[in-house]
C-alpha cells in the first residue's frame, strides 16, 4: 500500500540567519514521520511533506517550538446563525477543525460565536465560512466585520420570523385542538372525512412552521451528524405521517389522527427557540455596552480650522477638540484646557477625575465641564476599551473545565435518546400489548421532551453573563478556567509595594524640636527641592500640599547616599541619616533616639533635620498602605483564604506593614524574580494560589500562581499580566473577582443540576413509567412545552448574574445598584 503524504507550509517567526533555517530543517527532517523539509528564510516559511496518519499540524509545531521557534497562527472570532442546540456546536466544532490547517475550534452557543485558530498558510477565512455553511449554519462574517447594530438587525428579524411562525401554529392549531377534544355537531355528515378536511388544512400551515427544523434536520444528516433538530423532525414527522398514512388507510387506520398536534409541537418547538433566543440575546449585553461607549466622530483641529471626521480617520498625533457632554474619540493626552472626566464606564470609579495638561485620558470616557485638547497617542485595537471589549470577548468564548461535563453528556445525549424512544415504543407495542396509537404517542413524547439544550447552555450562559458582569464592574477576567479555579483558591499570596501600599513614599509623621512644624518642613523642602531621590520627592510634596512657599537654596551638596546640605535663608541646613548628623557633630539626644527607633520599628524611614548646629526634627516617610488595604485582607480571611506576603524589603519593614494588614505570613527580602519560587513553593504543598500583584515586576510570579491578578489603574492596564485584571487600582475589587467567581461556578452548578434534573425526571416520564401505577402519560403537546421550558430556565437563572453585586462592593456601588441575586 503506497505511503500518504501530505504538503504543509508553516509560517515561522524568529529566524535571524541561515543557520536558523537550517536547524529548523534538520529538526524537522529528523521526525520519522516527515518525507522532506525546506525552509524558506526569506519568505519565513518551512514547507513540510509529512505522513497525516501518524503526524499532525500540532506535531509540526511542537517540533519547530522544541528548536527555540515559534509557528504563527491566525485568530479569527466568527458570528454563526442557525445555532439551537449544544449538538449544533459540536458539529460546527466538527466541521471546523477537519479542516487541515485547523488548530482549535470553539463556538459558544450563547454567544452564537467561533474561536478559531488556524494556519494562514493552508486555511482561509474562505475556507472557514465553506466549512460553516456546509456544516448547514449561517456564516455571518468574522466579529470586526459584523456591526452591533447589523447583528441586531439580523437578530430582530430572526425573532420576528419565529414569532411569525409559531403565531401561524398556534392560531391554527389550537382551535384544531378543541375541535377535536370535544368534536362539533354535523361533522359527521360532511362528504369527506375529518381526517381529509384536517390534512387540507394543516398542510400549509405544517410546512411553514415545521420547514426551518426540517432544514436544518437534513443538513445534520448530510454531515453525519445526530442534532436536536433531527429527534425533532423524527418526532413531527412521525406524528404528521402517521396522520397521513391513517387518512389514506395505508398501514394505519383513521384514528391515527395527529394532525393538530403535529403542528401544536412545531409551534412549541419554534416558541421555546424564539424565547431561548430573546434570553440568549441579552447575555451579551455587556459587550453591547461596551461597544457602545465608542464615539463615532472627532473633532480634529487641523490647520487651525475645526473638522469634524469619523472615528476611524482620526491618527496618531491629531489634536482633538472635546467639549463638555462629548466622548473622549481616542486615548491620548491633555495638551489644553481643564476638565473633569467621568472615567466610571471603563474603570468602575464614580467619582470624575480632574484632567489638565499632560494627564492622559481613555477613550469613551465623557468629558464633563470643560473643553479639553486632546493629542491621540492610541487609537484603533490598540486603545483601552478595544482591548477591553476583546479580552471580554474572547474570555466568554472560552470554556472552563467544568464544560466538560456538559460535553460528554450531550455527546452522548441523542443516541441514548433515540435508544429510550426506541426501547419504549417496542416495550409498549410488542411486550406489553399496548395499542399502536399509544405506543406512537410515546415515541413522540420521548422524541419531543428531550433536550440537551439546557446541559449545552448550562456553562455558556453563566460564563458569558458573568464575565460581563465583571467587566461592568472592573474586573476584567481572561478565560473561563481563572473562574473555576478562583472558586477552589486557597491561598492568596500579595506583593507589597505597589499593591498593598502606593508604591509611593510620603512623610506620615513629623517630629520637632524646638520649631515649629511648617519652619521644619520649609528649610526640609528647600534643600530637598534640588535632588531627584524619592525620600526627597515626598519631603516636597508634602510642603506643597500644607500651602508653603518653597524659598531658594545655594550650596546644595550630596554626600555619597547618606545625606545633603544646603545654605536656607544664610542658615547651614543637614538632612540625613543618624550617622550622617554624627560626622558633623550634631548631637541626638536620648529622646531624639527613642523616637527614631519607633519609627524605625513601625518600618519608616527616619530622616533627620539639622539647621545651625542643633537637630531641628525628624521626618517618618513610609510607604502608605492603600486605604483598602485592610478591609480586603480581612475580608479574604473571612471567606477562609490564607493570606500571604511577599517582599523584597527588608524584614522590619516587611514585619510592621503585615502587623498593620492583619497578615502574618511573611516573607521578606525576596527577589522579584524570586517571587514565582514562592508561590511554587506553597503549590507544591497543596495550595491553590493567587498571587495579586501589579502586572509589571511581578510577571513570573502572575504566571506561576494558579490565578494571577494584575492591578491596574486607569489607561496602565497590564492586559496581559494576569488571569484577571483590576482596572481600578482597588484591592476590594480583589475580593470582588473572587467572589463573582464563586458566585458564577456556583451558578454553572444550578444550571448543570436542573438541566440533569429535567431530562431525568421527564424522560422516564414521557416514556410512561408511571402509566401502569397512576395512569399518568405525558402528552406530546405537554412536552414540547416542557422542552421549551428547559432552556428558558437555565438562561433565565445564568441571567440574574446581570443584578449580581460582590459583597465586597455592594458598600461602594449606590443604592439603586446594589441588588444582588
Not at 508561590?679 to 513570573?700: K, S, T
Request: proline share 4%.
Amino acid at each position: 500500500m503506497p505511503e500518504e503524504k501530505r504538503k504543509a507550509e508553516l509560517k515561522i517567526s524568529g529566524m535571524h540567519c541561515a543557520s536558523c533555517a537550517l536547524n529548523i530543517e534538520r529538526a524537522l527532517q529528523d521526525r520519522d514521520d516527515v518525507y522532506d523539509a525546506r525552509v524558506n528564510l526569506a519568505a519565513e516559511t518551512a514547507t513540510v511533506e509529512y505522513d497525516p496518519t501518524k503526524a499532525t499540524l500540532a506535531d509540526l509545531e511542537r517540533t519547530v517550538g522544541d528548536a527555540g521557534y515559534e509557528v504563527i497562527r491566525n485568530e479569527a472570532a466568527v458570528r454563526i446563525g442557525g445555532m439551537v442546540c449544544a449538538s449544533c456546536a459540536q458539529v460546527i466544532e466538527l466541521s471546523l477543525t477537519d479542516l487541515d490547517g485547523v488548530y482549535e475550534a470553539r463556538v459558544n452557543l450563547a454567544t452564537e460565536n467561533a474561536h478559531v485558530v488556524y494556519n494562514p498558510a493552508l486555511v482561509t477565512t474562505s475556507d472557514i465560512r465553506a466549512a460553516v455553511e456546509d456544516a448547514g449554519y449561517q456564516y455571518l462574517g468574522l466579529e470586526e466585520e459584523v456591526s452591533e447594530d447589523v447583528e441586531a438587525k439580523m437578530r430582530q428579524e430572526d425573532l420576528r420570523d419565529k414569532f411569525r411562525r409559531f403565531t401561524v401554529g398556534f392560531a391554527v392549531s389550537i382551535p384544531l385542538f378543541f375541535i377535536m377534544l370535544s368534536g362539533v355537531p354535523g361533522m359527521v355528515s360532511l362528504p369527506v372525512s375529518i381526517n381529509l378536511v384536517m390534512l387540507v388544512v394543516t398542510a400549509p400551515v405544517f410546512v411553514y412552521v415545521s420547514a426551518p427544523i426540517f432544514r436544518a434536520a437534513a443538513a445534520a444528516l448530510r454531515n453525519r451528524a445526530l442534532t436536536m433538530d433531527v429527534m425533532y423532525a423524527m418526532g413531527i414527522g412521525v406524528a404528521y405521517g402517521a396522520s397521513i398514512l391513517g387518512t389514506f388507510g395505508v398501514v394505519l387506520t383513521a384514528e391515527f389522527n395527529f394532525y393538530d398536534t403535529a403542528v401544536m409541537l412545531a409551534s412549541f418547538l419554534t416558541l421555546g427557540r424564539y424565547l431561548e433566543a430573546r434570553a440568549k440575546g441579552r447575555t451579551s449585553e455587556a459587550i453591547k455596552k461596551l461597544v457602545g461607549l465608542r464615539p463615532r466622530i472627532a473633532t480634529v483641529i487641523r490647520d487651525g480650522r475645526e473638522v469634524e471626521v469619523p472615528v476611524e480617520d482620526v491618527v496618531v498625533g491629531d489634536v482633538l477638540l472635546v467639549r463638555p457632554g462629548e466622548k473622549v474619540p481616542v486615548d491620548g493626552t491633555v495638551v489644553g484646557g481643564e476638565s473633569s472626566v467621568d472615567e466610571s464606564m471603563i474603570t468602575g470609579e464614580p467619582i470624575p477625575a480632574d484632567k489638565q495638561e499632560g494627564d492622559e485620558v481613555v477613550g469613551g470616557t465623557l468629558n464633563v465641564n470643560g473643553v479639553l485638547q486632546v493629542r491621540a497617542e492610541k487609537i484603533g485595537k490598540d486603545m483601552v476599551l478595544s482591548q477591553i471589549i476583546r479580552l471580554v470577548r474572547d474570555a466568554q468564548g472560552s470554556k472552563p473545565p467544568v464544560e466538560r461535563i456538559a460535553d460528554v453528556a450531550v455527546s452522548y445525549f441523542i443516541p441514548t435518546v433515540l435508544v429510550i424512544a426506541t426501547a419504549a415504543f417496542l416495550v409498549w407495542y410488542v411486550g406489553v400489548g399496548a395499542s399502536l396509537l399509544f405506543s406512537l404517542t410515546v415515541l413522540i413524547s420521548v422524541l419531543v421532551v428531550a433536550c440537551p439544550c439546557a446541559l449545552g447552555l448550562a456553562t455558556p450562559t453563566a460564563v458569558t453573563v458573568g464575565i460581563g458582569r465583571g467587566a461592568e464592574l472592573g474586573l476584567l477576567i481572561r478565560n473561563g478556567e481563572a473562574l473555576e479555579v478562583s472558586e477552589r483558591l486557597t491561598a492568596v499570596v500579595f506583593d507589597k509595594t505597589g499593591t498593598l501600599t502606593r508604591g509611593k513614599p510620603d512623610v506620615t509623621d513629623i517630629v520637632v524640636f524646638g520649631m515649629p512644624e511648617g519652619r521644619l518642613l520649609t528649610l526640609a523642602a528647600a534643600v530637598e527641592h534640588n535632588s531627584q531621590h524619592p525620600l526627597a520627592a515626598a519631603v516636597v510634596r508634602r510642603a506643597e500640599s500644607a500651602g508653603i512657599t518653597v524659598p531658594a537654596s545655594m550650596r546644595f551638596t550630596t554626600f555619597g547616599g547618606r545625606g545633603v546640605s544646603a545654605v536656607v535663608e544664610g542658615e547651614e541646613v543637614l538632612i540625613g541619616n543618624q550617622p550622617f548628623l554624627e560626622e558633623h557633630r550634631i548631637a541626638i539626644s536620648p529622646e531624639a533616639e527613642r523616637r527614631i527607633t519607633a519609627l524605625q520599628d513601625e518600618g519608616k524611614t527616619a530622616v533627620l533635620v539639622a539647621a545651625g548646629s542643633g537637630l531641628a526634627g525628624i521626618l517618618a516617610i513610609a510607604d502608605t498602605l492603600k486605604p483598602t488595604t485592610k478591609g480586603a485582607i480581612a475580608d479574604l480571611k473571612k471567606m477562609g483564604l490564607a493570606v500571604t506576603m511577599i517582599t523584597g524589603d527588608n524584614e522590619r519593614t516587611a514585619n510592621a506593614i503585615a502587623r498593620e494588614v492583619g497578615i502574618e505570613d511573611v516573607h521578606a527580602g525576596v527577589l522579584p524574580q524570586e517571587k514565582a519560587l514562592e508561590v511554587r513553593a506553597l503549590q507544591e504543598q497543596g495550595a491553590v494560589v493567587a498571587f495579586v500583584g501589579d502586572g509589571i515586576n511581578d510577571a513570573p510570579a502572575l504566571a506561576q500562581a494558579d490565578v494571577g491578578i494584575a492591578i491596574g489603574s486607569g489607561t496602565d492596564v497590564a492586559i496581559e499580566s494576569g488571569d484577571i485584571v483590576l482596572i481600578r487600582d482597588d484591592l476590594t475589587d480583589a475580593v470582588a473577582a473572587v467572589e463573582l467567581s464563586r458566585k458564577v461556578m456556583s451558578r454553572i452548578k444550578q444550571n448543570l443540576f436542573w438541566a440533569f434534573a429535567y431530562n431525568s425526571a421527564l424522560i422516564p416520564l414521557a416514556a410512561g413509567v408511571l402509566y401502569p401505577f397512576f395512569g399518568i402519560t405525558f402528552q406530546p403537546e405537554l412536552a414540547a412545552l416542557a422542552m421549551a421550558l428547559s432552556s428558558v430556565t437555565v438562561v433565565s437563572l445564568s441571567l440574574l448574574l446581570k443584578a449580581y453585586i460582590p459583597p465586597a462592593k455592594r458598600g461602594v456601588l449606590s443604592e439603586g445598584d446594589a441588588r444582588g441575586s
